[in-house]
């Protein structure tokens, strides 16, 4: 069974930094596309971050040159070092791996996103 488990957010102030990390076990297949999405009260899930299978990266360009997506494969982690924080960056932030169709599955950033975790929550404040 594929589990997807997020930590480290929390609370800062503006100009702060958080790193979130991402592990996930019960992936049976190599170097599966991973990503952050982050869904703020009201308004609709967003990609944040991705890191690919050929080691690329994509960034949303509201977090673009602050935020940075990288990968331990050998414990099977992936983190967002979230630098310069805005309070427009506060959201329950989820982690999301390449995987089947299945009921929770969303296609987004050119991938089907199979497996998600529950989400941390970000709260920057002014």
């Known amino acids: 069974q594929v589990q997807v488990v997020e930590s480290g957010g929390g609370a800062v102030e503006a100009g702060g930094s958080l790193r979130l990390s991402c592990v996930v076990s019960?992936?049976?297949?190599?170097?599966?596309?991973m990503a952050w999405f982050r869904q703020a009260p009201g308004k609709e899930r967003e990609g944040v971050a991705a890191?690919?299978?050929?080691?690329?990266?994509w960034y949303a360009d509201s977090v673009r040159g602050r935020f940075t997506i990288s990968q331990d494969n050998a414990k099977n982690t992936v983190y967002l070092q979230m630098n310069s924080l805005e309070p427009e960056d506060t959201a329950v932030y989820y982690c999301?791996?390449?995987?089947?169709?299945?009921?929770?599955?969303?296609?987004?950033?050119?991938?089907?996103?199979?497996?998600w975790g529950q989400g941390t929550q970000v709260t920057v404040s002014s």
């Open positions: 890191i690919y299978a050929n080691g690329g990266r």
């Open positions: 999301a791996i390449e995987g089947p169709p299945g009921p929770t599955a969303v296609q987004a950033l050119g991938v089907l996103f199979g497996y």
């Open positions: 019960g992936v049976t297949y190599t170097r599966p596309v």
